[in-house]
């Protein structure tokens, strides 16, 4: 069989397995989609899990820092009022001690209401989460569910037509089948065309007598306008 002949056999198998893809529709890509969405979120909702416990050891330990400085700053306190200051250098570096431990009271309280604003935003995040998630798995079942039905109903007949189509390419080249895919690609599933009345039948362009001849003998030819492969009947 003649290398243009498998190439329009090609073309044939190619456009059948194009219209079995064809009734898949969507599917598959919403399939994949629908996957990756449920990928993405499952590992935001973990970071974020992570985030929580880690946010919440952390209020645990600011709470226990500020109790324990209260308490220092409490026992300073007494300290002034129960006659164990003597002289006022003592006073004043109570005073400052004192003052030391308000302040880092101060600050810790300030990262203890963003730790705990942190944790309520991440709390209501996670719960957002878990509903997105939830309904995106229900919905990739459901679309898993249509395409594996409708593969099922073509899977036969695609199969059938992936041996066919591995039987032709044996014979063709791997330069022109590279020059076939692009062909098909850029010129919709036709790239192959049949010359009429010196014309390529796919764009209209001119066919030269040479081509035409060159075309019958079943040589490898294409439209110099649209770079189809050029196939002619025998008058």
């Not at 059948?16 to 969405?37: H, R, S």
């Not at 942190?118 to 798995?137: F, H, P, R, W, Y």
């Not at 109903?153 to 014979?171: M, P």
């Amino acid at each position: 069989m003649a290398v243009i002949d498998q190439i329009i056999l090609l073309q044939d198998v190619d456009n059948k397995l194009f219209e079995i893809n064809k009734l898949l529709g969507d599917l598959p890509n919403q399939v994949q989609e629908l996957t990756d969405q449920q990928e993405s979120t499952t590992q935001s909702l973990a970071d974020k899990e992570e985030l929580l416990k880690t946010t919440s050891v952390d209020i645990q330990t600011s709470e226990t820092l500020i109790a324990t400085t209260q308490e220092k700053v409490d026992t300073l306190k007494d300290k002034l009022i129960d006659g164990s200051i003597s002289n006022n250098k003592e006073y004043d570096a109570m005073m400052d001690t004192i003052d030391f431990e308000k302040n880092i009271i101060f600050e810790k309280e300030n990262e203890l209401l963003v730790l705990m604003e942190t944790k309520e935003n991440l709390s209501k995040e996670i719960d957002e989460d878990k509903a997105a998630l939830d309904g995106i798995i229900e919905e990739l079942n459901t679309k898993k569910e249509s395409l594996n039905k409708k593969v099922d109903d073509v899977s036969e007949e695609k199969n059938a037509l992936a041996k066919e189509r591995d039987s032709i390419v044996v014979g063709i080249d791997a330069d022109t089948l590279d020059q076939y895919a692009q062909i098909y690609e850029a010129r919709s599933g036709v790239a192959c065309s049949e010359i009429l009345d010196s014309n390529c039948e796919g764009c209209g362009g001119y066919i030269p007598p040479q081509i035409v001849n060159e075309a019958l003998a079943k040589s490898i030819v294409n439209c110099g306008t649209c770079s189809r492969f050029l196939h002619k009947s025998e008058i």
